[in-house]
């Protein structure tokens, strides 16, 4: 069974900017058609287009890192800002494979922390660049990303799933919001 695996440079660094320069981008319309003008760079979305896009053309080299038959499910992006963190939990088992995508920081890394205990014991941290991926099997194992200590990070979180009645998290097509 898979557990987990780092992929060093799964996307260009120069692709990795250009997705940060994007996600900026749609920060600023947000921002523009808000009454809140004080909320500059906080921006999360469910099936982002250019994050399926990626979901969906990266299907083939994940299920051949994992050595299973995997389905693409959805993604979930987002600009963390200082103080911002991902909480220690497990995955639904139908959120098979979890792959934590870095896209870029001000601070140009970014850390998660797994165990395979809820009290955290024996835990271990991988430390990704930008376009790094890391793949783990997210309903085995507790994992966490730690308060942000910089001003931003960009991260997009690529799942598959095992079912494939569960194909395309149950929407007709990647990209189409539930």
Not at 86 to 112: Q, Y
Not at 144 to 155: A, F, M, N, T
């Amino acid at each position: 069974m898979f557990k987990y695996k780092k992929i060093k440079s799964f996307l260009e660094k120069d692709f990795c900017d250009f997705i940060v320069d994007y996600f900026i981008l749609k920060t600023n319309a947000k921002i523009e058609s808000s009454e809140d003008k004080n909320n500059f760079l906080y921006y999360f979305e469910y099936a982002d287009a250019l994050m399926e896009t990626i979901l969906h053309n990266s299907q083939e080299s994940v299920i051949e890192i994992v050595g299973e038959k995997l389905f693409t499910s959805y993604t979930y992006s987002g600009i963390y800002t200082l103080g911002d963190e991902v909480c220690n939990h497990k995955n639904k088992k139908t959120e098979k494979i979890e792959g934590f995508l870095f896209l870029g920081s001000d601070e140009g890394k970014e850390t998660i922390t797994l165990s395979e205990f809820d009290d955290c014991s024996n835990k271990f941290s991988e430390e990704l660049e930008p376009g790094d991926l890391f793949l783990f099997n997210g309903h085995n194992y507790w994992h966490w990303i730690e308060p942000l200590q910089s001003k931003w990070s960009i991260r997009s979180f690529l799942y598959f799933t095992d079912d494939e009645t569960l194909s395309c998290d149950e929407r007709p097509y990647l990209g189409f919001k539930k």
